[in-house]
């Protein structure tokens, strides 16, 4: 069984990065059809980036210009790169990993547990 652990997170001032990994375990052959996702308090959780089954990147206008998804296939691990980092950022982040449909929606079968991201101003 395919299991997501989140690493990466903590604490950070605006303007600052942090890089976010996802590593996978199990019966996983690729790191394609992955995506990230957040939840702010008192927010439903919503897309950030994700990574097809074919290799489109996508991304959430917010973060745009801004975020990096990318991936190692041989370590199994996807990463999130945030640079300029705004208080708005904060949430808890969770990676993801099949999507039954458009990847920048929250139908994937498998999710971790979440980071932690806080941003101070």
């Known amino acids: 069984q395919v299991q997501l652990v989140e690493s990466g997170g903590g604490l950070v001032q605006a303007g600052d990065s942090l890089r976010l990994s996802c590593a996978a375990s199990g019966p996983i052959f690729s790191i394609l059809g992955m995506g990230w996702f957040r939840q702010a308090p008192g927010k439903e959780r919503e897309f950030v980036a994700a990574?097809?089954?074919?290799?489109?990147?996508y991304y959430a206008d917010s973060v745009n210009g801004r975020f990096t998804i990318a991936g190692d296939n041989a370590k199994k691990t996807l990463y999130l790169q945030m640079n300029s980092l705004k208080p708005e950022d904060t949430a808890i982040y969770y990676c993801a990993k099949d999507p039954r449909g458009d990847p920048r929606g929250s139908g994937y079968r498998i999710w971790g547990q979440g980071t932690q991201v806080t941003v101070s101003s």
């Open positions: 990574v097809n089954r074919i290799g489109t990147m």
